[in-house]
């Protein structure tokens, strides 16, 4: 039954996804928004609203470890596993504005988060590092300014030539959004509690449950929709929801639990922070790099490694 119920959320998700990136890309034509700050509003939200459901029972029940681990975990498998895995089967192409300002504020938003929670522990005010409810309040204003900035400096998007999108009526791409959303969280919810049963019958701590069990699970709708919108050559809506996915988590997922309850890194150790700041960098040295503007499949691959080892090294440490 539990593994019947695991395939039945994964099948929510992928046809949620699927829903979710022709509903949003047509919307995003009629508006006259990109298809980026679609996928990094809009799209990053909802395909975050596993991770903000999962850290805020957290914050509510004060497991710190669940919800900091959860968040860390997540942005991690976003951006090596799922953005190497998307740009893996098919190259990823970047604009000047994602090279310019898009990557670098994602991993601000991240160095941020980090030196926030983790900067008593390095100064020697704190054994642990914690985020406390001030802290908290200061991720919620960035979030807010963050989200302001994206649609004032958004550039029109020239007139598609895509039948499809203009074909699809305006209450049809609306209700595609609305049921594409549902099936990714009811689906990625589905799948969580049932694989955290399992891993809690194995007896993993915590903070292993969190970093690997609850991330993946809870980045189904990412994953999923980053790669129907790489399939249908929406390269920019799937590197929105990206880069969108891992600013929610760290600025509001984190800032809003934080204002719940006083959240600890002492969980975090410096390898799990050393990935997740290396994980944010690697999408703007690959802008640089390479075939620049586009993350190559050899890059991808080169992501998928550094997520395998992270993974690996999780296991070992037990």
């Known amino acids: 039954m539990t593994l019947l119920l695991l395939l039945v959320g994964l099948g929510l998700v992928v046809l949620g996804a699927d829903w979710l990136v022709d509903g949003a890309s047509s919307i995003a034509r009629r508006a006259g928004v990109s298809q980026f700050v679609i996928g990094l509003t809009i799209v ?8 903000l459901v999962v850290s805020l029972t957290g914050a509510i029940e004060g497991n710190a470890d669940i919800c900091v681990g959860n968040v860390a975990g997540s942005n991690i498998f976003n951006t090596l596993f799922i953005l190497g895995l998307t740009s893996l089967l098919m190259p990823v192409a970047m604009t000047e504005e994602n090279r310019r300002r898009d990557i670098p504020i994602a991993l601000l938003a991240t160095a ?3 030196m926030l929670g983790l900067g008593d522990r390095f100064l020697g005010l704190s054994a642990e590092g914690n985020l406390s409810r001030l802290d908290g309040i200061l991720l919620l204003l960035l979030f807010a300014a963050y989200i302001v900035y994206c649609f004032r400096s ?5 007139t598609s030539s895509e039948k499809e999108d203009n074909r699809l009526q305006l209450w049809k791409a609306i209700m595609l959004v609305i049921l594409g959303l549902c099936g990714l969280i009811f689906g990625g919810d589905m799948f969580v ?5 399992l891993a809690r019958q194995i007896g993993v701590s915590d903070k292993f449950v969190a970093v690997t069990i ?3 699970g809870t980045s189904l709708p990412e ?4 790669i129907v919108a790489a399939a249908k050559k929406k390269d920019q809506l799937a590197l929105g929801n990206i880069l969108g996915s891992n600013v929610f988590n760290a600025l509001l997922i984190l800032g809003a639990s934080a204002i719940i309850t006083p959240l600890s890194f002492s969980s975090i150790t410096i390898a799990d922070a050393a990935v ?3 994980s944010a960098l690697l999408p703007l040295i690959w802008a ?4 620049r503007c586009r993350i190559d499949r050899w890059e991808g691959v080169l992501m998928l490694t550094c997520f395998a080892a992270y993974y690996i090294f999780l296991f070992i440490n037990l």
């Not at 958004?154 to 020239?158: G, S, T």
């Not at 509690?193 to 049963?197: F, G, H, I, P, R």
């Open 44 to 51: 990053g939200f909802g395909t975050s609203c596993p991770e």
């Open 112 to 114: 941020f988060m980090l």
């Open 154 to 158: 958004d550039e029109v998007p020239e």
């Open 193 to 197: 509690d049932n694989a955290t049963a």
């Open 214 to 216: 609850l991330a993946g």
């Open 223 to 226: 994953l999923a929709t980053s």
């Open 276 to 278: 997740l700041l290396t």
């Open 288 to 291: 640089y790099s390479g075939t």
